[in-house]
């Protein structure tokens, strides 16, 4: 009889054979390779595709529903609150363009996809938005409490900080804005690799490509009852609303729940990917995923320590993510050629920094490459 223990090895061991990515691949941060089951999902849905047979429809347009409750059950959203849309700043625009009024507030470090789409709505004369902070800031919940003002009616947050892999504290963040202001996390550098408790958002944005690994052209888009209630569906389309079959030139009314933000339906072999993605992450669960990550996050810092590489990113693992980010003063463009000379794969930040990505299935004997490679250049 198996033990529960061995299941769980058994399952991780699985998982972690469905994927090839490189050796030295350290860039989950930028993209997620996905897996074997994942390209195999989207070769089946093509064959399928391109035999044409007249039932064909409802095997590709059926990805989404297996993708939206596989999402439900990941983040704890019911599933009829849990809507898809093209890609994370999408989503993020169809949240900032659906409030109007009262401010809501941003880092100004915030990756710019979560910046652009409050950028644009202020400037259309719907909700104004407040940036705080800069490249660097932690956006806690004492950073913002000083933020807050009367007319602030959002808080749009990263629940990973890309620049530093800061995890962000949303149950504090929550706390602080209190009940009646809607919370908007990007959960693109977090989603399906950091054991979370998503449901104090109003509002969850997670595109498909980084550590989900499912490749790029979906998102889901998650929200509260709240959140329903005050965002509108004003970037919308024929697919979010009633009837959409029903070509009678008049306007319907949008969908109940989160499909009201359909804009148009989405390529099937994008949500059977991301269908399958998260199906696989289910296999073994977040929690063990997660742990997975901070053993390898801290070998990798323990690699760089060791031949004096400063590191940028937070250390304990309650504030971090799978983001390790080595300080290289005046030279990080030399040593990130170094890196792809000797097939390690990064992200060059700036002049001054390099971000490695960890996730479950890297191979840890790269870490003290990486560090040896970047050692001459501190």
């Given at each position: 009889m198996t033990s529960p223990a061995q299941h769980d090895d058994d399952a991780f061991a699985s998982y972690r054979a469905s994927f090839t990515e490189a050796r030295g691949f350290l860039n989950f941060a930028s993209y997620g390779p996905p897996s074997r089951a994942v390209r195999e999902r989207v070769a089946r849905l093509m064959e399928l595709a391109g035999d044409?047979?007249?039932?064909?429809?409802?095997?590709?347009?059926?990805?989404?529903?297996?993708?939206?409750?596989?999402?439900?059950?990941?983040?704890?959203?019911?599933?009829?609150?849990?809507?898809?849309?093209?890609?994370?700043?999408?989503?993020?625009?169809?949240?900032?363009?659906?409030?109007?009024?009262?401010?809501?507030?941003?880092?100004?470090?915030?990756?710019?996809?979560?910046?652009?789409?409050?950028?644009?709505?202020?400037?259309?004369?719907?909700?104004?938005?407040?940036?705080?902070?800069?490249?660097?800031?932690?956006?806690?919940?004492?950073?913002?409490?000083?933020?807050?003002?009367?007319?602030?009616?959002?808080?749009?947050?990263?629940?990973?900080?890309?620049?530093?892999?800061?995890?962000?504290?949303?149950?504090?963040?929550?706390?602080?804005?209190?009940?009646?202001?809607?919370?908007?996390?990007?959960?693109?550098?977090?989603?399906?690799?950091?054991?979370?408790?998503?449901?104090?958002?109003?509002?969850?944005?997670?595109?498909?490509?980084?550590?989900?690994?499912?490749?790029?052209?979906?998102?889901?888009?998650?929200?509260?009852?709240?959140?329903?209630?005050?965002?509108?569906?004003l970037l919308t389309g024929w697919t979010g609303v009633t009837e959409s079959g029903r070509y009678d030139g008049a306007e319907h009314p949008p969908l109940p729940g989160a499909r009201r933000f359909s804009v148009s339906n989405l390529s099937p072999y994008a949500t059977g990917a991301f269908a399958e993605a998260l199906a696989l992450i289910e296999t073994v669960g977040v929690p063990t995923i997660d742990g997975a990550v901070a053993v390898h996050a801290q070998a990798l810092i323990g690699q760089l320590d060791a031949v004096g590489v400063p590191v940028l990113s937070p250390r304990d693992r309650s504030d971090a993510a799978g983001i390790v980010v080595a300080g290289i003063p005046g030279r990080a463009a030399e040593a990130h050629a170094a890196l792809a000379a000797a097939d390690i794969t990064a992200t060059l930040h700036g002049e001054d920094r390099i971000r490695f990505s960890v996730h479950a299935t890297t191979r840890s004997e790269v870490f003290g490459e990486a560090a040896a490679v970047l050692a001459p250049f501190v």
């Open positions: 044409g047979g007249p039932r064909i429809g409802g095997t590709l347009y059926g990805e989404d529903l297996r993708a939206r409750e596989s999402f439900a059950r990941l983040s704890g959203f019911p599933v009829e609150n849990v809507g898809l849309t093209g890609s994370t700043s999408l989503g993020l625009f169809q949240v900032a363009f659906g409030l109007t009024g009262g401010s809501v507030l941003v880092s100004a470090g915030e990756f710019p996809a979560n910046t652009y789409p409050w950028l644009r709505t202020s400037a259309a004369g719907r909700a104004r938005v407040e940036l705080t902070g800069g490249p660097g800031t932690r956006m806690t919940p004492d950073v913002v409490a000083r933020a807050l003002t009367a007319d602030t009616v959002a808080v749009s947050v990263s629940a990973v900080d890309f620049r530093t892999g800061y995890r962000a504290d949303l149950a504090g963040i929550r706390a602080v804005i209190g009940p009646d202001r809607l919370l908007v996390v990007d959960g693109i550098q977090a989603f399906g690799v950091a054991d979370l408790d998503w449901t104090p958002a109003d509002v969850l944005v997670a595109g498909a490509q980084k550590w989900v690994r499912a490749g790029w052209g979906v998102a889901a888009l998650a929200l509260s009852p709240q959140g329903l209630e005050r965002i509108e569906p």
